[in-house]
C-alpha cells in the first residue's frame, strides 16, 4: 500500500522529511536560505517547521515509534 493511502504513513513520511531538513539545514544553511521559492522551499519552509516547534515534533516522533512499536 502506497503512504499516500495510509494515513499512519503519510505522518511518518512527513515527520522523516521535516527531521531531515532541520537536519540538513543545520549544517548546510546557506543551500537551503538561497532556496526558499519552488520546489526546494518545501525543504525550507519543512526546516523552519521542525526549527521553530521541536518539542512538538519530537513528541510526535515519539508517539509514531510507539504506535509503530505495537501495531
Given at each position: 500500500?502506497?503512504?499516500?493511502?495510509?494515513?499512519?504513513?503519510?505522518?511518518l513520511?512527513i515527520?522523516?522529511?521535516?527531521?531531515?531538513?532541520?537536519?540538513?539545514?543545520?549544517?548546510?544553511?546557506a543551500?537551503?536560505?538561497?532556496?526558499?521559492?519552488?520546489?526546494?522551499?518545501?525543504?525550507w519552509?519543512?526546516?523552519?517547521?521542525?526549527?521553530?516547534?521541536?518539542?512538538?515534533?519530537s513528541l510526535?516522533?515519539?508517539?509514531?515509534?510507539?504506535?509503530?512499536?505495537?501495531?
Amino acid at each position: 500500500m502506497s503512504a499516500l493511502f495510509n494515513f499512519q504513513s503519510l505522518l511518518l513520511v512527513i515527520l522523516l522529511l521535516i527531521c531531515t531538513a532541520t537536519y540538513a539545514h543545520a549544517h548546510a544553511p546557506a543551500i537551503m536560505d538561497r532556496n526558499k521559492h519552488g520546489f526546494m522551499g518545501v525543504f525550507w519552509k519543512a526546516a523552519r517547521i521542525g526549527e521553530r516547534l521541536s518539542p512538538y515534533v519530537s513528541l510526535c516522533c515519539a508517539a509514531m515509534a510507539v504506535s509503530l512499536f505495537f501495531s
